[in-house]
């Protein structure tokens, strides 16, 4: 594929210009599509594309990582290349077309696209979205959104040109997030996909699964860690061996940035310079009744026997070489990377 031609951004306070945009992106959409842009996935888009910067954030499930997508679409200029699934795709779209305020041109535009007639499916949407957002906001980067282990990403990596990024938290409370994550949702509506699963598994109804919530929570909480105990340090792996010492090499070798989930702003800053948006989203502030009852009161002690051995080494070597709690102090990229060789 050949990087196209980007078109100057066009004056959308102009209703001829707006008629002209409309007809760049559905145009450029239907190229896309075209060239295979999105059957079977969207990374052709990394190809049309090869001046772009490739963040490549390793997103661990329940550390933060959801805010930390939608920030790098609304403050970096990182367009999402999504994971197949209907989750990521959908994701992406509603972060491009959000990107901008309500009642801006910019922002009418994009979210023109998500009314039902604007598209035939969901690949044309996102294509057009896509689209838009390249010709509005100009991206200088594009990062890949969705769960990728760190070995699954080094493909596509280019090295002295891309970058690599994590968000951590301790491996325990990783999974207590994880469990109150899957009561809360399920509770909320037993019919998503990922709920129609865990009451497969459970072999429950969503009536059987609330009053398990409410008396035997522990018991519920240990099921679920069984089917679904997600490892940082699969995730962190940059080969088939998710081992302290191979992690911790890789980590090196490949200079991955690493922060505590809550230190999420201070990286982005260093990395990519000032944020506009804060990217802390935590939905367990939004949880009401017995899901937030339930979220209160997992204790680590459940989680715990869950984690495994050698996700907590490492968790255990980034925190006592410092680089857990370094951005917070204002650290800056160059030392970090020495900091990283350290260890």
Excluded at 154 to 177: N, Q
Excluded at 316 to 341: D, F, H, M, P, V
Aim: with cysteine; charged share 20%.
């Amino acid at each position: 594929m050949t990087t196209p031609e980007h078109t100057p951004t066009p004056d959308l306070s102009d209703p001829a210009q707006i008629s002209r945009a409309r007809q760049t992106i559905e145009n450029e959409a239907e190229q896309m599509r075209h060239q295979g842009i999105g059957a079977p996935d969207y990374f052709g888009l990394m190809n049309l594309h090869p001046e772009s910067q490739r963040v490549f954030f390793i997103h661990i499930p329940k550390c933060g990582g959801t805010s930390v997508r939608k920030t790098l679409v609304h403050s970096n200029k990182c367009a999402p290349i999504p994971l197949s699934g209907s989750g990521p795709i959908d994701q992406a779209i509603a972060y491009m077309a959000h990107c901008y305020p309500p009642k801006t041109p910019q922002g009418e535009l994009l979210r023109s696209y998500l009314a039902e007639d604007a598209a035939m499916d969901r690949q044309q949407r996102f294509l057009r979205v896509y689209a838009g957002y390249q010709l509005i906001q100009n991206p200088e980067r594009m990062f890949i959104l969705g769960h990728k282990q760190a070995r699954e990403l080094l493909p596509y990596y280019r090295a002295g040109k891309d970058i690599f990024f994590t968000t951590v938290r301790d491996p325990a409370e990783m999974l207590k997030s994880m469990v109150a994550y899957r009561v809360s949702h399920t509770l909320k509506n037993d019919k998503r996909p990922d709920s129609v699963n865990l009451l497969k598994y459970l072999r429950m109804d969503i009536d059987t699964f609330t009053e398990a919530v409410r008396s035997q929570p522990q018991a519920l909480a240990e099921k679920i860690l069984k089917k679904e105990a997600p490892c940082m340090a699969a995730f962190l792996s940059f080969d088939s061996k998710p081992n302290h010492s191979a992690v911790m090499k890789s980590l090196k070798t490949n200079n991955v940035f690493i922060a505590h989930m809550s230190e999420q702003n201070q990286m982005l800053t260093a990395l990519f310079g000032e944020q506009t948006v804060q990217p802390r989203e935590n939905s367990s502030h939004t949880r009401q009744g017995l899901a937030a009852e339930f979220t209160a009161m997992v204790p680590m002690a459940w989680t715990s026997p869950f984690v495994d051995a050698q996700s907590q080494k490492i968790y255990n070597q980034l925190e006592a070489s410092g680089i857990i709690g370094y951005w917070e102090k204002g650290g800056t990229k160059a030392g970090y990377l020495e900091l990283l060789r350290n260890l």
